[in-house]
């Protein structure tokens, strides 16, 4: 395999490829930052919070489960549950860092979401080999995030939002449209069926988030490769 690049014209292929993508992070980084005022985060940690973790789904999660004192274990888990997809992800993508070293390919990694992953894939079956040009989509991506979420948490001010409000039904409806993307056909019933019924039935019996998602997760995903091993 060739070394990959990282050149400034990749980088700046690559701001030009985020250009449409981020009006896309409005909505949903609206509902982090009205959520995260309403769990009681101030501005700048929920700023911090996503110029750190920089994943909305995963701040979702441990968004809901947020309490007083904060479980930070489940909170852990459970944001390791929801990205572990990142783990084959990016290593598709290692084909773009090919000879690459140090900050680049870290600072790289650090800010893939699935937009610029499907731009990457599309990268790499045009022959592209520039590293850089998926940074190019990523930082603008994790700047213009952040921005998003801090604008959220601004207007819950204005909007004055209970933790119980039904407008932050917005965030499990984001969720759950984000997962429906991801659905392949009749053979995912199996996997995601077992994860609806045993995500149900620990919820039933009164543990706090995140554990019917954990629970559900784990599994969904033992269901799935059962299914795979089968066939």
Known sequence: MSEARFSAQGFRRGLLAALP???SLIPFGL???LESA???LSLAEAG???LLVFAGTAQLVALGA???????LAVTLAALVVNLRMAPMTAALAPLFHGQRGLRVWATLFTVTDHSFALGVRELRAGGRDGAFLLGIGLPT???WTLCVTAGHVLSGAVALSPQHPLLFAGLASMAALVATLWRGPGDVLPWGVAGAVG???HALSLPQPWPVLAGALAGSAAGAWRDGRR
């Open 31 to 33: 509902v982090v930052g």
């Open 48 to 50: 911090l919070m996503s």
């Open 38 to 40: 309403a769990r009681g």
């Open 21 to 23: 993508i981020l009006p």
């Open 200 to 202: 149900l039935a620990i």
């Open 142 to 144: 994790w700047l213009f």
């Open 66 to 72: 947020w309490a007083d004192p904060v479980p930070l």
